[in-house]
């Protein structure tokens, strides 16, 4: 069974950056279209970003020019980082293939302070 750990979120104001880390386990990372997700309080989750196997990336609007997705397919690994944050970026960020499994992590909190 796929295992999703996602690591690196916090407190910032608003501004600042932070760098999310996903590992995954359980699956050949490599041939996925992997993404980031985020879930405001009260709100469902949607993609924010995602990388095809071949590295090319698709942006939600909102955080275009702002978030770089990358991955280390080495280290079956993909990683979110976040400058120019704003508060409506507060969330839990969680990552996943595209289309989802059915099991996620624990997610990350990202907390942007105005």
């Known amino acids: 069974q796929v295992q999703l750990v996602e690591s690196g979120g916090g407190l910032v104001q608003a501004g600042g950056s932070l760098r999310l880390s996903c590992a995954v386990s359980?699956?050949?990372?490599?041939?996925?279209?992997i993404g980031w997700y985020r879930q405001a309080p009260g709100k469902q989750r949607d993609v924010v970003a995602f990388i095809r196997t071949d590295g090319s990336t698709i942006y939600t609007d909102s955080v275009k020019g702002r978030f770089t997705i990358s991955r280390d397919n080495a280290k079956n690994a993909v990683y979110l980082q976040m400058n120019g944050l704003k508060p409506e970026d507060t969330a839990v960020y969680s990552c996943?293939?595209?289309?989802?499994?059915?099991?996620w992590g624990q997610g990350t909190q990202v907390t942007v302070s105005s």
């Open positions: 359980g699956a050949p990372f490599s041939v996925y279209t």
């Open positions: 996943n293939r595209l289309p989802n499994w059915s099991n």
